[in-house]
């Protein structure tokens, strides 16, 4: 996806040889046309997997997500970050996740009521760093008993180690830009 490369290049910030900002058009403020485009593209991809719904992680990965499930024409759900466990496993499921940015845990939260075992589910996040969200993510619609298709994610910094753990699980993993290197002198792509 070359348009996604080039904003990277143009306006990613390296903030170090790990994390890389993107605030001015997907974690801050949201070029609406690239998430146009960013939503055709995994549409495309999974057109055929019968997707049902897709999930994202609150909350940079709610404006790809909505662009990717208008584009497949289903609903999208808004799995919440939360700072201690509720004791309601009635209505709702919860697994602990590490958080790569703040370095700090938090409680990935479902709603039982929008997950159901019929739904086939594609994940669609941001980035995708050592996997520990799309794991949670991916943990909480076992649970449900839902399946999962696939994961969409943005930008993948192919350095670390979140493919090889997901793919370990079997899941179809599409990054429309792999990042190879991150330095003072600039952002590397794997293709
Ligand atoms: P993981 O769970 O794969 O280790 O990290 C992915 C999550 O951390 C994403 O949901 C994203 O919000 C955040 N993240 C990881 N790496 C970066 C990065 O380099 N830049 C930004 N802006 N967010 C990141």
């Given at each position: 996806m070359n348009l996604l490369k080039e904003k990277i290049k143009s306006d990613g910030i390296v903030i170090n040889e790990h994390v890389l900002k993107v605030d001015s058009f997907l974690n801050h403020q949201v070029d609406t046309k690239l998430m146009d485009f960013i939503g055709k593209e995994f549409a495309n991809y999974f057109k055929d997997k019968q997707i049902t719904k897709v999930v994202t992680i609150e909350s940079s990965g709610i404006a790809p997500a909505y662009a990717t499930a208008f584009a497949l024409n289903v609903p999208f759900v808004i799995f919440k970050k939360q700072s201690s466990a509720i004791l309601d496993t009635e209505t709702t499921i919860q697994t602990p996740v590490h958080s790569f940015t703040k370095n700090t845990d938090y409680i990935l939260t479902a709603s039982?009521?929008?997950?159901?075992?019929?739904d086939n589910i594609l994940i669609i996040d941001d980035f995708l760093a050592n996997g520990q969200a799309a794991m949670g993510a991916y943990r909480i619609l076992k649970e449900a008993g839902a399946s999962v298709a696939g994961i969409g994610i943005v930008i993948e910094k192919s350095f670390q180690d979140g493919r090889k753990k997901l793919e370990s699980l079997g899941l179809d993993i599409y990054s429309l830009a792999k990042i190879s290197k991150i330095s003072s002198e600039g952002i590397e792509f794997l293709d």
């Amino acid at each position: 996806m070359n348009l996604l490369k080039e904003k990277i290049k143009s306006d990613g910030i390296v903030i170090n040889e790990h994390v890389l900002k993107v605030d001015s058009f997907l974690n801050h403020q949201v070029d609406t046309k690239l998430m146009d485009f960013i939503g055709k593209e995994f549409a495309n991809y999974f057109k055929d997997k019968q997707i049902t719904k897709v999930v994202t992680i609150e909350s940079s990965g709610i404006a790809p997500a909505y662009a990717t499930a208008f584009a497949l024409n289903v609903p999208f759900v808004i799995f919440k970050k939360q700072s201690s466990a509720i004791l309601d496993t009635e209505t709702t499921i919860q697994t602990p996740v590490h958080s790569f940015t703040k370095n700090t845990d938090y409680i990935l939260t479902a709603s039982k009521k929008y997950l159901t075992e019929a739904d086939n589910i594609l994940i669609i996040d941001d980035f995708l760093a050592n996997g520990q969200a799309a794991m949670g993510a991916y943990r909480i619609l076992k649970e449900a008993g839902a399946s999962v298709a696939g994961i969409g994610i943005v930008i993948e910094k192919s350095f670390q180690d979140g493919r090889k753990k997901l793919e370990s699980l079997g899941l179809d993993i599409y990054s429309l830009a792999k990042i190879s290197k991150i330095s003072s002198e600039g952002i590397e792509f794997l293709d």
